[in-house]
Protein backbone atom coordinates (compact mmCIF):
# COMPACT_ATOMS: atom_id res chain seq x y z
CA UNK A 1 0.00 0.00 0.00
CA UNK A 2 1.11 3.31 -1.05
CA UNK A 3 0.29 6.88 -0.03
CA UNK A 4 0.51 10.32 -2.05
CA UNK A 5 0.05 13.50 -1.13
CA UNK A 6 1.02 16.58 -3.53
CA UNK A 7 1.77 19.51 -2.74
CA UNK A 8 2.96 22.85 -4.45
CA UNK A 9 -0.01 24.12 -6.07
CA UNK A 10 -1.00 27.60 -6.58
CA UNK A 11 -1.19 30.50 -8.33
CA UNK A 12 1.19 31.88 -10.80
CA UNK A 13 1.30 33.94 -13.63
CA UNK A 14 1.65 32.75 -17.21
CA UNK A 15 5.29 32.28 -18.23
CA UNK A 16 6.19 31.61 -14.12
CA UNK A 17 7.40 28.35 -12.47
CA UNK A 18 6.40 25.99 -9.79
CA UNK A 19 7.27 22.80 -8.52
CA UNK A 20 5.28 20.47 -6.94
CA UNK A 21 6.50 17.39 -4.91
CA UNK A 22 4.13 13.97 -3.82
CA UNK A 23 5.55 12.41 -0.44
CA UNK A 24 4.56 8.74 -0.39
CA UNK A 25 4.07 6.74 2.46
CA UNK A 26 5.82 3.20 2.67
CA UNK A 27 9.16 1.40 2.08
CA UNK A 28 8.65 -0.16 -1.68
CA UNK A 29 8.57 3.74 -2.89
CA UNK A 30 11.61 2.82 -5.07
CA UNK A 31 9.83 -0.05 -6.72
CA UNK A 32 7.43 1.82 -8.64
CA UNK A 33 7.16 4.06 -12.02
CA UNK A 34 5.41 7.28 -10.79
CA UNK A 35 3.27 9.53 -12.83
CA UNK A 36 1.99 13.04 -12.69
CA UNK A 37 -1.37 13.36 -14.50
CA UNK A 38 -3.59 16.46 -14.46
CA UNK A 39 -7.69 16.81 -14.78
CA UNK A 40 -8.50 20.67 -16.37
CA UNK A 41 -12.32 21.80 -15.42
CA UNK A 42 -14.62 19.87 -17.70
CA UNK A 43 -11.92 17.45 -19.06
CA UNK A 44 -10.42 14.03 -18.80
CA UNK A 45 -7.46 13.32 -16.87
CA UNK A 46 -4.54 13.67 -18.87
CA UNK A 47 -0.77 12.27 -18.43
CA UNK A 48 1.97 14.77 -17.71
CA UNK A 49 4.77 13.01 -17.19
CA UNK A 50 6.46 9.79 -15.64
CA UNK A 51 9.41 8.42 -14.80
CA UNK A 52 10.79 5.08 -14.01
CA UNK A 53 11.62 3.29 -10.49
CA UNK A 54 15.14 4.62 -10.97
CA UNK A 55 14.78 7.72 -12.51
CA UNK A 56 16.56 6.13 -15.34
CA UNK A 57 14.12 6.64 -17.67
CA UNK A 58 11.35 9.56 -18.48
CA UNK A 59 8.13 10.21 -20.64
CA UNK A 60 6.61 13.51 -21.23
CA UNK A 61 3.20 14.79 -23.08
CA UNK A 62 3.78 16.67 -25.79
CA UNK A 63 2.53 19.48 -24.31
CA UNK A 64 4.55 20.39 -21.69
CA UNK A 65 7.89 18.66 -23.01
CA UNK A 66 10.48 20.98 -22.98
CA UNK A 67 8.74 22.94 -20.08
CA UNK A 68 8.25 20.33 -17.74
CA UNK A 69 11.24 18.07 -15.96
CA UNK A 70 10.11 15.07 -13.45
CA UNK A 71 12.69 14.06 -10.79
CA UNK A 72 12.79 11.42 -7.72
CA UNK A 73 14.86 11.02 -4.41
CA UNK A 74 13.80 8.07 -3.40
CA UNK A 75 15.93 8.52 -0.29
CA UNK A 76 12.81 10.93 0.52
CA UNK A 77 10.11 8.64 -0.93
CA UNK A 78 9.31 11.99 -3.18
CA UNK A 79 8.78 12.91 -6.90
CA UNK A 80 8.60 16.23 -8.20
CA UNK A 81 7.51 17.96 -11.08
CA UNK A 82 9.36 21.57 -12.02
CA UNK A 83 7.29 23.42 -14.29
CA UNK A 84 8.67 26.10 -16.34
CA UNK A 85 6.81 28.57 -18.72
CA UNK A 86 3.71 27.90 -17.42
CA UNK A 87 0.75 28.87 -19.40
CA UNK A 88 -2.91 29.30 -18.82
CA UNK A 89 -3.66 25.60 -20.74
CA UNK A 90 -1.51 23.66 -17.67
CA UNK A 91 -4.68 25.05 -15.15
CA UNK A 92 -5.55 22.06 -14.10
CA UNK A 93 -5.48 19.97 -10.95
CA UNK A 94 -2.82 18.04 -10.59
CA UNK A 95 -2.27 14.68 -9.38
CA UNK A 96 0.34 11.78 -8.57
CA UNK A 97 0.33 8.43 -9.17
CA UNK A 98 2.11 5.12 -8.53
CA UNK A 99 2.16 2.12 -10.89
CA UNK A 100 3.79 -1.42 -10.32
CA UNK A 101 4.17 -1.45 -14.87
CA UNK A 102 6.54 0.13 -16.30
CA UNK A 103 6.86 3.59 -17.69
CA UNK A 104 2.73 4.07 -19.16
CA UNK A 105 0.53 6.92 -19.95
CA UNK A 106 -2.65 5.38 -19.14
CA UNK A 107 -4.13 6.28 -16.27
CA UNK A 108 -5.51 2.56 -15.72
CA UNK A 109 -2.49 1.22 -15.54
CA UNK A 110 -1.49 3.58 -12.10
CA UNK A 111 -2.25 1.54 -8.38
CA UNK A 112 -2.40 4.61 -6.43
CA UNK A 113 -3.41 7.97 -6.72
CA UNK A 114 -2.89 11.23 -4.41
CA UNK A 115 -5.51 13.61 -3.68
CA UNK A 116 -4.41 16.68 -6.00
CA UNK A 117 -2.74 19.88 -5.70
CA UNK A 118 -4.44 22.71 -7.83
CA UNK A 119 -2.47 24.93 -10.27
CA UNK A 120 -4.07 27.89 -11.84
CA UNK A 121 -2.14 30.13 -14.41
CA UNK A 122 -3.80 33.14 -15.04
CA UNK A 123 -2.34 35.28 -18.24
Known amino acids: QVQLVESGGGLVQAGGSLRLSCAAS????????MGWFRQAPGKDRRFVACISWNGGSTDYADSVEGRFTISRDNARNTVYLQMNNLKPEDTAVYYCAASTYGSIRFSTGYDYWGQGTRVTVSS
Open 26 to 33: GRTFSSYT
